[in-house]
């Protein structure tokens, strides 16, 4: 019995229950409990109520929101500073976040305020910023496999990662292709370390094992960690005897990954989509001038990155049938997962917790803006002859306290709002071809001649007209499909002599006068089948 069937039988059956005697309400009980399935209990207590409460009066109890305006606005500000991460990466990194900010003097929260803003949850900060969030495209892969030295790099995949020591890094490149990835264009070389989730990251001018190996002698002189492994793709750019000498002579682990196995390389391919394709998008960038551009990206994205954007990292895994539960460690950025590990010794902690003092991520952000702005010019340049391009890249330099305090003073909070949009993913359009050429047979190519010869003895003739014509002159042959292709090509030809004047009138045109004739002949000829129509014209005698 349906929920409604059981509330209509109570509605008819509750008046009598109450006002019948001791045996007549227990036969009425037995009936109800037997019809509806309902405990013995709790049918005496809903055939005994009164009535049921009213339900506009319990619907227009309305719950008062616990998280008012300023705590939106306040959540919203702090999100778009945090580089729009998600709820769950970004509620465990809020107090530092928030106390960072107060540091540099861009917020002055009440207490009040401030103590909402540290107790939402991940699902309420999911609620309160539903309106703003978005979503980011893919791009292409330019990996091409190198066949060399494979027996004598040692395959890792995902599963062996479980107790790596801050220093083993995953390397790939990123392509800045654009559509085409033919000719010469730059790469990233993107470094992840395992245990901490360091990123470092430089361009590449050229896609080379000389220009991988410079990349990470430059690179290593900016990490904070000594590199003692080496994880890469089966790429020709790694796999080759001058990455594996410079690997054994530093005393480096140098493996490799299975072919077609994206997930050996999970770490390394997630920063790929998350930082360098949603700073930098899918453009086409190449030469020095927009390497050099993407160079000062770098410089301050790094610092971001790995002092202000939080992560979580899977700590277990349980399969139940074809479920898969996961859990996740808190959510910590980089630095902090430094800071905490036994591995790394303590003058570099205190190096890193002296630059991170120093670092205003308000200011970080909105250089980041004004510096994809200035890479986006770039995109889609065709790369000059003879530009000189150095063999080896160029460094990272870490920006001073000074070199910061001087920039800072350049930017405004209101400014960081209005450029928030523009860090969003654009893409260049890349221009097309026209498209000249026929997919499918033409169905008017054997009449072509009689319609153009129809339309030049009268030219104010309607495709309808035409079309009715050649399905009496040749009967079976067209299809009330082809009509649409028969209005384009009488508006194509229009459109083509239209200069000429043939609207007007075609016989006032002499020049024109000896093409209609040939026209005329033509046709006659095939309507005579093989009998020439010289014969039957004289040659010397205009048609009129």
Known sequence: MSLQARRELLFRIRN????????????????????????????????????????????????TPRYGSDVQQVLSTVWNAANQICSKRLVPFLPDFVEALERFGHVSLPESTKAKLLSLSPATVDRLLKVERSKLPRGKS???????????????????????????????????????????????????????????????LRKGEADVIGALKDLRMCMPLPLMGLDTDNGSEFINYALLEYCEEQKVTFTRSRAYKKNDQAHVEQKNGNVIRRMVGFDRFDGEVAGNAMLRLYQILRLYV???????????KMRSGSRVAKSYD?????????????????????????????????????????????????????????????????????LSKPMLKELAQEMLT????????????????????????????????AVNEDIELMLRLDPKQTAKQLFTALTNKHPGQFSVAQYRTLQRRVKEWRRRLAPSGLKMSVY???????????????????????KPASTIFNESTPMS
Not at 46 to 55: F, G, I, M
Not at 422 to 445: G, I, V
Not at 510 to 530: A, K, N, V
């Open 414 to 445: 209101e400014e960081l709002k209005a450029s928030a949009p523009k860090r969003q993913y654009r893409k260049s359009n890349k221009p097309r071809a026209p498209h000249t050429w026929r997919t499918l047979p033409d169905p008017f190519e």
């Open 142 to 204: 330019t990996t091409k496999a190198g066949s060399l030295l494979k027996a004598k790099i040692k395959v890792r995949t995902f599963a062996d990662w479980n107790d790596a020591a801050p220093g083993f890094f995953e390397a790939d490149l990123v392509a800045h292709c654009g559509d085409c990835a033919e000719g010469s264009f730059l790469n990233t070389l993107v470094l992840t370390d395992i245990a901490t989730g360091w990123i470092e990251f430089l361009p590449l």
């Open 330 to 398: 808190k959510a910590q950025t980089p630095y902090q997962r430094i800071m905490s590990s036994t591995h790394v010794p303590s003058h570099a902690k205190q190096k890193l917790k002296k630059q991170y003092d120093e670092l205003d991520p308000i200011f970080l952000f909105g250089e980041i803006g004004r510096r994809q702005a200035a890479l986006w010019e770039h995109s889609w340049i065709p790369t000059m002859e003879d530009r000189g391009l150095p063999n080896a890249p160029l460094p990272i330099p870490i």
């Open 508 to 530: 006032s045109q002499p020049e024109l006068q000896s093409e209609l004739d040939q026209l005329i002949l033509r046709s006659i000829e095939r309507s005579l089948g093989s």
């Open 306 to 316: 790995n002092f202000f954007q939080p992560s979580v990292k899977l700590t277990a």
């Open 16 to 63: 009598r229950y109450q006002q019948a005697g001791r045996n007549e309400k227990t036969e009425i009980l037995n009936g109800f409990v037997h019809a509806t399935g309902y405990g013995r209990k709790h049918a005496i207590h809903v055939l005994t109520a009164a009535s049921e409460p009213a339900k506009a009066e319990r619907q227009s109890k309305e719950r």
